[in-house]
């Protein structure tokens, strides 16, 4: 039999590899496939099998996932009562080293695989109003300042509810003040036998000393430390192996092994034993272990807090109110409740509430928070201004024209916060080792054992516990597991401050792999603000001002920033309308529609051919005059006879020059492809000192270009800003968007320069090197030290040095390795890019 029933809470292919494991080992199952995408699973059974065995198997290992019969409403009753909890952050919750890939959970706790504390995800919504409650009645909540209806106080500022992570890090902090408390004489009293003529057995006999250990021991490991054995139990239960199941069986035996050894001691042989005839008991050893297993993880929960900054401090940067001009008179409102085409006032100093344009007055921004460029950028009217930038010292009058998630500064943090927790193809790396290293770790330890009990110096088998146990407590799987995502975190958010905006962590990882960058030329090379310079007449019959009618009636109806520079430039004109109808646009090529019931078509020389219009060798050389100067020139048809041109110009880009001369050094091969012709593509080459360039180009050649580079072996990055541009930018390694162009070609890149230059590609670039270098930095120190520090656990230099690492030591390493990690991740706060 073969049933197909959906799976509810997959969202990874280790969920998917797993489930698929899960359902096959039920009795009577003789295959399962589990299909991701579709959420479903595909089930051959020798009989019918009850859905409840299914689910029954799902839950017992671990109840992560659910199955349903197709159709049914997949949402547990769980799921529904869940109630997210209060605070700055957003209630749902994921794991730092992201071990399910974008799995998310609604309550804190510990990630089920890696037993890592789980993160919290950052609040995005940071536009909530400050909220007014009573110092007598807090249950009296207001949106603004005045006085109790209850008792008639003044109103007080709420103070606002922690994170998550900043309660996980206050109880971190508590139970480790309690471990230090009980552990802290246990290791006084521990080492006092190195003394001479040791005071304290003068007070009490051994046995009593180590009877008040025991019970110092209780609170430590019963209480501050009790959670790393419920991670080990459940790591084991659901065979995820993790640090913890190395910390709670090292740490595990040896207080075990104390117990035993107080309360049985005719069991142990007399090596086990003291001169005293007590059997050697490790209580100082398993709570200066657990002790400092929790510093570790406390000190993780702060650096963890820093990691996220960046998302954190473009947060700050969303004012909360802004004043509303209604009917002449302004008023203070809340930013969330701006509308759309409200007028808003922006005062000297103030954050800019939303994007928008400048209505009325002028004035200077700083928007270095947002392009990175320190230097302010005057603004006029029908200039846009963006979300979070600063106002200089003159007030002026906006349009809202996107709130709220749609405004600039909300994207660049919805993007920031979804690329920080995107997978880089390099961690697969560290996922590969990490799926063995529990496991050799744990055959390491009872190799260490073996070897120590059968050759090693008396009592051997005191050195062989020792040994296996420092060996079992210095291995961290979770120093390889965080390499990757905490670098990526840090170096998204850096990008971000700079103006470079990173959709995933993949596309940082190939950008330092780039040799070749295909560039567009309007908008990319050029500022893509293009003006109209020339319109003449081919024909005796039309006026010039009559071509220019003719031209700007048609392009009224375009969106195409050359047809945007004639209409601008036939108003300028006093140019009259004439009616337009079954307007066309055609890619690559130019425009055709009816003017005044003519037919008309202006464009290239693509444009002519498809209109039957035929260029003449004057009419050619009139136009090569403009375009070996590096302008545009568009004929005009008129009812199949060429009548006119216009002569439009776009000024290049003051970074374009620098930009393209550092990536060259860089090693990078430079290739523009335009759709302009070969003559001003060729002047603005020879003005950027590129010898690689073609014109003429349409989308789809674009595309095949691109295609042809990576058929040679080429890794490819393409910058562009136009709808044209989209295929390719889809189709190369990396896409790189002007944030200054169209959301189409936004969309299609993985990498969005705010400021739209080219300056932001080696900025990107820079970012990406940096980036990766960190992460393999992380990497080559998580594998050398576990590499080396499992052998000297082991006893490796004790034949050759007579040392041994005590397992309080190791438990030392093993807990700032994790840290070193994520502080060397933080470094790169420091760069420059």
């Not at 036939?570 to 890619?587: C, H, I, R, W």
């Not at 073609?694 to 990576?710: D, F, I, T, W, Y």
Request: hydrophobic share 40%; glycine share 8%.
């Amino acid at each position: 039999m073969k049933h197909t029933y959906h799976i509810h809470g997959m969202t990874c292919n280790g969920c998917r590899s797993h489930v698929e494991q899960t359902l096959s080992k039920v009795e009577g199952v003789t295959n399962a496939i589990v299909n991701l995408e579709k959420a479903e699973a595909t089930i051959e059974m020798e009989s019918h099998i009850p859905i409840d065995k299914f689910q029954e198997a799902l839950k017992a290992d671990g109840g992560r996932y659910s199955i349903h019969k197709n159709g049914e409403h997949h949402k547990t009753h769980d799921e529904k009562k869940v109630e997210k909890p209060k605070g700055k952050g957003t209630g749902t919750f994921y794991c730092p080293m992201h071990c399910e890939g974008d799995k998310t959970y609604n309550k804190p706790g510990d990630c089920p695989v890696c037993g890592m504390d789980l993160v919290e995800e950052v609040n995005l919504s940071a536009t909530t109003s400050e909220q007014w409650t009573c110092p007598m009645h807090p249950e009296v909540i207001k949106d603004e300042f005045g006085s109790c209806p209850i008792c008639g106080m003044d109103l007080v500022p709420m103070e606002p509810d922690l994170s998550a992570e900043e309660k996980s890090y206050k109880k971190l902090l508590k139970k480790f003040w309690i471990a230090v408390a009980f552990t802290l004489p246990i290791f006084i009293i521990a080492m006092s036998e190195m003394i001479p003529n040791n005071p304290l057995y003068d007070v009490l006999e051994l046995k009593y000393w180590n009877w008040i250990q025991f019970a110092l021991s209780i609170p430590v490991v019963f209480y501050a430390t009790w959670m790393f054995f419920e991670r080990a139990y459940r790591s084991i239960i659901t065979w995820n192996l993790n640090m913890f199941t190395l910390i709670g069986i090292g740490a595990g035996v040896a207080w075990l092994f104390s117990v035993f050894g107080m309360l049985v001691p005719d069991f142990f042989p007399d090596q086990f034993k003291t001169e005293a005839g007590t059997v050697h008991v490790y209580f100082e050893a398993a709570t200066v272990i657990l002790t400092l297993v929790l510093l570790g993880q406390m000190l993780e929960a702060r650096a963890h807090s820093k990691t996220n900054s960046a998302v954190k401090e473009l947060l700050k940067l969303v004012p909360n109110k802004a004043v509303k001009v209604v009917d002449g008179q302004e008023q203070e409102v809340a930013i969330d409740k701006i509308e759309l085409n409200d007028i808003l006032r922006v005062k000297p100093g103030d954050k800019i509430p939303v994007d928008g344009v400048i209505t009325d007055g002028e004035t200077s921004i700083d928007e270095s928070m947002i392009t990175g460029e320190p230097i302010p950028v005057n603004k006029s009217v029908d200039d846009k201004v963006s979300s979070g930038t600063i106002n200089g010292n003159q007030s002026f009058l906006m349009k809202a024209e996107k709130v709220g998630s749609d405004t600039l500064l909300s994207q660049i943090i919805q993007m920031v916060n979804d690329a920080s927790r995107s997978r880089a193809p390099i961690q697969k790396l560290a996922d590969t080792v990490s799926g063995y290293f529990v496991p050799v770790v744990v055959i390491i330890a009872a190799i260490t054992f073996g070897v120590w009990a059968i050759w090693g110096p008396e009592p051997a088998y005191v050195y062989a516990l020792v040994n296996a146990i420092a060996v079992l407590i210095i291995a961290c799987p979770c120093a390889l597991g965080l390499a990757t995502p905490m670098s990526v975190m840090v170096g998204v958010g850096k990008g971000a401050q700079n103006g470079v905006l990173i959709k995933n962590a993949e596309a940082l990882e190939k950008m330092d792999k780039v040799d070749t960058l295909i560039v567009d030329k309007t908008g990319t090379i050029t500022e893509g603000k293009p003006t109209v310079e020339k319109v003449g007449s081919f024909d005796e019959s039309f006026r010039e001002s009559e071509v220019l009618q003719y031209i700007v009636s048609l392009n009224s109806q375009s969106e195409h920033p050359l047809a945007e520079a004639t209409v601008k430039y036939g108003k300028e004109q006093s140019a009259e309308f004439l009616k337009a109808d079954s307007f066309s646009a055609v890619t690559g090529k130019g425009v055709e529609g009816k003017v005044n019931g003519k037919e008309v078509a202006l464009g290239n020389a693509k444009m002519m051919e498809q209109a039957n219009a035929t260029l003449t060798q004057v009419m050619e050389n009139e136009a090569q005059s403009y375009q070996k100067q590096g302008k545009t020139v568009s004929y005009l048809a008129i009812d199949g006879k060429i009548s006119g041109y216009v002569v439009i110009g776009d000024k290049i880009k003051e970074t374009s020059a620098k930009a393209i001369k550092d990536l060259q050094d860089k090693g990078i091969a430079v290739i523009m492809l335009t759709g302009d012709n070969h003559d001003t593509a060729k002047a603005v080459a020879d003005e950027l000192n590129l010898a690689d360039f073609q014109a003429s180009m349409l989308p789809e050649n674009k595309l095949q270009e691109v295609e042809k580079l990576q058929e040679q072996g080429k890794v490819v990055a393409m910058a562009g800003d136009g709808i044209n541009d989209a295929p390719a930018l889809a189709k190369s390694d990396v896409g790189i968007a002007m944030g200054t162009g169209t959301d189409v070609a936004i969309e299609s890149a993985a990498i969005t320069l705010v400021k739209g230059d080219l300056h932001g590609i080696v900025k990107a670039r820079n970012l990406s090197h940096v980036v990766m270098r960190n992460i393999k930095q992380n990497l080559f120190f998580a594998l050398i030290y576990n590499t080396l520090g499992i052998p000297i656990a082991a006893g490796l230099l004790y034949p050759f040095f007579g040392i041994l690492l005590s397992p309080m030591i190791a438990a030392l390493a093993m807990s700032f390795s994790s840290v070193s990690v994520i502080a060397n991740a933080l470094r790169l706060r420091t760069k420059s890019i």
